[in-house]
């Protein structure tokens, strides 16, 4: 499978070009076109309780879209639900990846994606302590809201994240996760952080330049309500 990105950074779709017979997985609503002759099989990937368990804990889909290309080939266009950037990462046997719950849109046939525990970080993060485990060898896509940023940890080299920004890292990277002012929550919440992620290299993480909660938290505010002109609400 080739990926070509378009449409960077702010809306970026991603097209998945097939080999005749190839197939690609798609989160169920990510895809918005795709050539004609590309065949559609809709399923619980991995059977029922598989599904369930990447359901509930992985904040996916229960059904996993199978996209297969004809004899001649074919493509397949996907992208995320906020607007932002999309990348591929590349999952091998000896680096398997943790993708963030709800950022995971797409992986080759030759990835195995199931739900995985991100640890407390997530669950007091408002993220729900669970995400996507990707293993196998191939491509896993994953869609941001923002723009992507990528830190590629040498040995000993550590970064302090915070929860609503990490999408993705190398699940033998070290981490930890803390308060943003350890052992002080009062102070935490007045400086408007919450919790944060420790990462000690060697390894890679990925983030999102904008927060999905803290937009979540904005929207649901009076203030995104109120007109800026007029000083009143609607």
Do not use: C
Not at 82 to 106: E, K
Not at 196 to 223: H, I, K
Request: hydrophobic fraction near 40%; proline fraction near 5%; aromatic fraction near 10%.
């Amino acid at each position: 499978m080739q990926v070509q990105l378009r449409h960077s950074p702010s809306f970026t779709v991603a097209r998945a070009f097939l080999s005749p017979g190839e197939s690609v997985r798609v989160e169920s609503g990510a895809m918005i076109a795709h050539s004609y002759g590309v065949q559609l099989s809709s399923r619980v990937e991995g059977g029922l309780m598989a599904g369930l368990k990447r359901s509930v804990l992985g904040g996916e889909s229960l059904f996993v879209s199978t996209y297969t290309a004809p004899a001649e080939g074919g493509w397949v266009d996907m992208a995320g639900v906020l607007p932002g950037d999309v990348m591929s990462i590349d999952i091998t046997p000896d680096r398997p990846f943790y993708l963030a719950r709800g950022n995971w849109i797409a992986n080759s046939s030759g990835v195995q994606i199931d739900s995985q525990w991100g640890g407390m970080a997530n669950l007091f993060g408002g993220e729900g302590g669970f995400g996507i485990r990707a293993t196998g060898h191939g491509q896993a896509l994953v869609s941001v809201y923002g723009a992507i940023d990528v830190f590629d940890l040498l040995p000993g080299q550590p970064v302090v994240i915070d929860t609503g920004h990490v999408v993705a890292y190398d699940l033998g990277i070290n981490f930890r996760m803390r308060r943003a002012v350890e052992g002080r929550s009062i102070q935490s919440l007045k400086s408007g952080e919450g919790f944060v992620f420790d990462f000690t290299g060697p390894g890679r993480v990925l983030l999102q330049t904008r927060n999905p909660e803290s937009f979540a938290e904005w929207a649901r505010s009076p203030a995104a309500g109120k007109n800026p002109r007029s000083g009143i609400f609607g």
